[in-house]
């Protein structure tokens, strides 16, 4: 049920992928950001007020739902998990920006690959190099994989549908209630920030470990251990650490900016990041896809046999 329910969903997003601004997730967005205008007063029990009444009834509502669908029909089921992982995981929403940047610079039109960038990263991009361009990007790519595939497919796995969704609320909570310049915000939302830390400690791990298995193990293994304690963020770390490790590039290390230099971690022991680099991400992104689709086939037909 779940190999299928997975496939049928990557099968659909592939054909008609949601839009990055769709409605689902535009209200829940809105309805994230009203908590937070209602209930910030700056402590930190407010934040986890607003978390449980953004988290617990959408996912309790998967949960039923799936339970009710399931006693009626199995194929009814099934159909709710695709609807579930169709809305939770969504990669070709952001990977078409990955692609254009890759063809702006195989053009040679630096400016518009740093335009292309500039619209999913929050740095500044307009002095970046072609190696900067190329390197943020496949930061990201590396990054938004385990977020909008990777990271919801272990949660379904695991947990099951309603796992996909509180991790993707979760996920969204933590990304939307981030610190801002006053220290009330800040501390509305680390309850939001450290569950989520938590939640993605298993997937990110997972994904990393995808990405070693199917690219250089030996190298991301490497890069794993000793690089990826350095990143700011854990979990994003030890994804881009195994992630240059498996395809031998170097990622991290200084950017040019408009303000000067920004000093990061070096992570990797390859090269510096260029088209041909962006192209092997690209498949070491569908290589641990089709590894994941593999494995849960194979635990799928035991237990059926079982």
Request: with cysteine.
């Amino acid at each position: 049920m779940k190999f299928l329910s997975l496939l049928a969903a990557l099968l659909l997003e592939q054909i008609q992928p949601l839009r990055e601004r769709n409605p689902a997730h535009q209200a829940f967005e809105r309805y994230a950001s009203a908590l937070e205008r209602f209930l910030d007063t700056g402590q930190y029990r407010d934040g986890v007020l607003a978390w449980l009444a953004a988290v617990v009834p959408v996912v309790l509502v998967t949960v039923l739902v799936s339970h009710a669908a399931h006693a009626v029909s199995p194929l009814l089921a099934w159909a709710w998990n695709i609807v579930v992982l169709y809305v939770t995981m969504g990669f070709r929403r952001f990977s078409h920006y990955f692609r254009d940047i890759m063809q702006a610079l195989m053009e040679g039109d630096l400016a518009r690959a740093r335009e292309h960038l500039g619209r999913v990263c929050e740095a500044r991009t307009a002095e970046l190099t072609t190696a900067e361009v190329a390197r943020v990007s496949i930061e990201l790519a590396l990054i938004q994989a385990h977020r909008h595939l990777f990271g919801p497919l272990v949660a379904f796995v695991v947990l099951g549908p309603g796992g996909a969704l509180l991790y993707r609320t979760a996920a969204m909570l933590a990304e939307t209630w981030k610190p801002r310049r006053d220290a009330e915000s800040a501390e509305f939302g680390r309850f939001a920030r450290t569950f989520f830390l938590w939640l993605d400690w298993l997937p990110a791990r997972v994904t990393a470990a995808s990405f070693a298995i199917v690219g250089n193990f030996e190298d991301a293994v490497y890069c794993w251990r000793t690089q990826g304690v350095t990143w700011a963020s854990a979990p994003d770390g030890v994804l881009l650490a195994s992630g240059s490790g498996a395809i031998g590039v170097r990622l991290g290390d200084s950017l040019h900016q408009k303000g000067g230099l920004q000093f990061r971690p070096e992570l990797g022991v390859g090269e510096e990041a260029d088209i041909d680099y962006m192209q092997s991400t690209v498949g070491l992104l569908w290589r641990a896809l089709v590894l994941w689709l593999f494995l849960i086939f194979i635990v799928t037909v035991a237990h059926s046999l079982g």
